[in-house]
């Protein structure tokens, strides 16, 4: 049985989660920029090859730093998320705007990527809190329209660099200035019937992470997604143009290989909404593994094409891009699920925080892989992730299976009537 709302109560719901949606793709604009514009950067300042990679991974380590943190003391769920999630914003807009002046590849540069970093973990996790209070029986939808705002998002550095050619400085700018109206944007956004909060400090409750079986379950699917994903999308780009270069002029293959990334990240976004309207009826974890499925196949299929006609990788990619991305809304979707609700935004902070100290360590080894065995030998590694996630999304679906057929189960109404 359907939620139950009136119809100002649904106009709040769309105008909130509008505005959030908003608010999401502005401020994790900032997330690959450092990506986007390196090339750029490099044409500059000479920057050598541990310090490019650690212009990336500096966003993943401040993520999970600020992410621990937040999840630990329980912030999502005992702070207003929408102050949160602003002040979070506005520093982190702060931080991404003073590459402006600092050495580009310096150690402040670095350390400015990583405080980006720590300071979203107070916008995508927060905003996965806001989402889930506006819904339960369409919350599947709802988390994927998120993530799908996350995906448009994190694709707009390389779209911003796209436009603003060899300036990086001007893309810097744009997303600098985006990210710090999102925030305050996000003031403007109300919370919903189903928001929960906690009264008081908990260090318990991330110990749910191990000792809530169906929480367990999805965190295990959500790890074997993030093996592949951020690894895919921070390096796709280089990947591509290296296959493109094989068959293409040096600047045509660097062209198509910036439209390539940009394309194959908001098809994630876009694939990522679309399945969220059929997971709360085909069911959260099916939608998980189809997708996983899907990813990994992409992934092989991408590495037997590398090096050739440059329209048949771009295919896979564009493939792989899209099926990469809808799973991870359903992973945090289960974990709101099956947490309480006045603990289910530390868990799911908890959740991003361990996804992304993962791919902490494959953005950085991804480069150095390819270099030993070659981008195609990477991506065939990359697959083993979704492969572990469908495994365990097959124990959460024995785990949570009914015990007796629906025939022989009385109906059950609806507790939030």
């Known amino acids: 049985m359907r939620d139950e709302q009136t119809l100002p109560d649904r106009r709040a719901k769309i105008i909130s989660l509008t505005i959030l949606m908003i608010a999401e793709i502005a401020a994790m604009s900032l997330w690959f ?20 990679a650690a212009l990336s991974s500096a966003v993943q380590a401040g993520f999970v730093a600020g992410a621990l943190v937040s999840a630990i003391f329980g912030l999502p769920d005992r702070i207003d998320p929408r102050r949160l999630f602003a002040a979070s914003a506005l520093i982190a807009a702060t931080a991404n705007a003073s590459l402006l002046v600092f050495t580009p590849g310096g150690d402040l540069s670095i350390l400015a990527r990583f405080i980006t970093g720590a300071m979203l973990a107070g916008v995508y996790p927060v905003g996965l809190k806001i989402t889930v209070g506006w819904g339960k029986d369409d919350r599947g939808f709802l988390v994927g ?10 694709a707009a550095p390389h779209l ?9 400085r001007w893309s810097v700018c744009v997303a600098s200035i985006a990210a710090a109206i999102g925030g305050l944007m996000c003031l403007f956004t109300a919370l919903g019937p189903f928001h929960a909060s906690a009264g008081r400090f908990d260090i318990r409750t991330v110990t749910e992470a191990w000792t809530n079986k169906p929480v367990r379950f999805a965190y295990g699917g959500y790890l074997g997604h993030m093996w592949e994903l951020y690894a895919m999308w921070a390096w796709i780009g280089v ?13 045509t293959a660097l062209l198509l290989g910036r439209i390539t990334t940009f394309s194959a990240i908001a098809a994630g976004g876009a694939a990522s909404i679309l399945c969220g309207l059929i997971a709360d009826r085909l069911g959260k974890a099916n939608i998980a593994i189809a997708a996983m499925v899907v990813s990994g196949l992409a992934a092989v299929a991408t590495a037997a094409t590398f090096g050739g006609p440059a329209w048949v990788t771009v295919i896979c990619i564009l ?16 974990v709101a699920d099956h947490a309480r609700p006045d603990k289910a935004g530390s868990l799911m902070t908890f959740q991003t925080a361990l996804g992304f100290a993962l791919t902490f360590f494959t953005v950085q080894v991804t480069p150095l892989l390819a270099a030993q065995i070659g981008w195609p030998g990477v991506f065939l590694i990359m697959a ?27 109906p059950v109404q609806n507790p939030d009537r």
């Open 33 to 52: 920029m450092s990506a986007a514009i390196l090339p750029d950067m490099v044409a500059e300042v000479a920057i050598s090859s541990g310090r490019q």
């Open 145 to 154: 329209a998120l993530v799908g705002a996350l995906t448009f998002g994190s």
């Open 160 to 168: 911003l660099a796209l436009f603003g050619g060899p300036d990086w």
């Open 239 to 251: 990947a591509a143009t290296a296959s493109f270069t094989l068959s293409l002029a040096d600047e």
């Open 319 to 334: 493939i792989w891009g899209a099926a990469i991305l809808p799973d991870s809304a359903q992973f945090s979707a289960l």
């Open 384 to 410: 083993i992730g979704p492969a572990l996630g469908v495994l365990s999304m097959l124990r959460l679906k024995t785990l949570t299976r009914p015990a007796s057929s629906p025939a022989q189960t009385p």
